[in-house]
């Protein structure tokens, strides 16, 4: 899947129409709210409400740091859609990511320091001792999936500011664009993988769209196909409660995978990474039945 800039008048005849936007890119400081916010609701019953709540304070921590935004690249992002024919351009497996990740790094790792308990602080205060050829190193690890590679202790600080860094990227993109037809399950912006994905309602009310663990872009995939091999024949879904329940896995017999879907109709608040990690239980009943998840929470670095 690749994206393409759209002229003006394609964009006026788009905005007259009713189909609905194959892209979405985020609200980073929406986005952050109501993510900390659901992670702290979730926390309440939860037999894992401790380690809800320190992702809450990790990513009220990256709220923080939205107020010092980074450097603008637009002209330069705009030249990389051109020279990749739109096709995900801020790829983060070959984008030549600036030095501003690793300050988002230690500026994360400083505010959130006052929330570390003992432990956390030894692994913060190492990493604050890597040189930038390590921290690199892990970045790049990350990025290319080669997640043993890197210590558990530290990959979701690495990968929260990796994402903060991404998801302002991508709010620089020019926002006359949308995806195009192709290989859909990593992000058409970033090729990270997808966390979950997500039923909307309102406007978008019905249509599914899966949620990047990277730059937080959403891109629309039809609900009647496997998100990640794109066969239709053998789904089925999974929930602890109910029929009813806002969070269900959509399981695929034929690449035997799974990928949570949450459903707004059912539960508004409904929020990726916070929904996901709410219902861990959900995931132990999958892999009993020898599926393999198909997406990636970071927030799962931790207790891997």
Known sequence: MSIKILPENEIKQKASSFEHPPLLFANPKNLYHRRAKRLRELAKENPFGDYLEFCANLVEVQLDLLQTPIADYSAEITACVAQSGGHKPLNAKNFKRSDEWRKLLFALIEKFKPYANDQVLISLETLEKCSASELNAYADDL???????????????????????????????PRQTQTEIGERHTCPVCDAAPIVSVVHFGETQGLRYLHCALCESEWNMVRAKCSNCEQSGKLDYWSLDSVEAAVKAESCGDCESYLKVLYQDKDPHVEPIADDLATLFLDAEMEQKGLARSGLNPFLFSVA
Request: net charge negative; glycine share 0%.
């Open 143 to 173: 990025l290319h999936e080669r997640f043993e590679l890197v210590p558990t202790d530290k990959a979701v600080f690495i990968w929260a500011a990796l994402s903060l860094y991404w998801t302002q990227l991508a709010q620089q993109l």
